[in-house]
């Protein structure tokens, strides 16, 4: 009864040793560039989100000010007032501004050059997300093959395979395999959901594109 006791003590010290960390350590070298991929992948969300978050803010008051500016005739009010706004929308129509006394037509088109130059502002280094989630795996699949050179190395060398000698090769495999795919599809949840901010953040300026489109035919049509 003692004994049993004991094999099942020894069994649950060897569980409680069997980490996370000791796991990833039994990838190999491989596990160093997954690492750098990972890191450089949520700091990049990380960054973008910030950014991406910030650019699509916008007061719901904000055209109806610049409204109230328009109607009275105030139009460097306008710009001064989009100028000092905290929400980079007001870029778009600040250059709009600029063109007061053009074509509409003409308008139209320095806020969409504004609104390109913002949203590529958006796409930065969305390129080196997308890029990591196909490469990462690539790196899992680099460790399978080191890990069966390991094997096949270590049953040469000892010309005998038990577990002990194709261990290291094989948790090398999957380990490195495991991980790279774990890594590839967290980058590309990622650069989804990044993408899905852009989208709706250009929805928005299109949006309020039109609304102060519209808001330029107000003065003259009160007149």
Known sequence: MSSLLNFILLDAAQVEEFTVLSLLEKGGYVMYPILFLFTAALFLFIERYLYIRKTSRIDENFLHNINELLLAGNIQGAVTYCKNSKFPIANLLERGLGRLGSPIRDIEDAIENKAKLEIYNMEKNLGILSSI?????????????????????????????????????????????ASGLIVGIIAYVMYTLLTTMIDRSINKMEIVAMDFIDLLHKPANKK
Request: hydrophobic share 40%; aromatic share 8%; net charge positive.
């Open 133 to 177: 989630a196909r490469i990462a795996p690539m790196f899992g699949f680099l460790g399978t093959v080191t890990g069966m050179i390991r094997t096949f190395h270590n049953i040469s060398t000892s010309n005998k395979i038990e577990i002990s000698t194709i261990a290291s090769g094989i948790y090398e495999k999957m380990v490195t395999s």
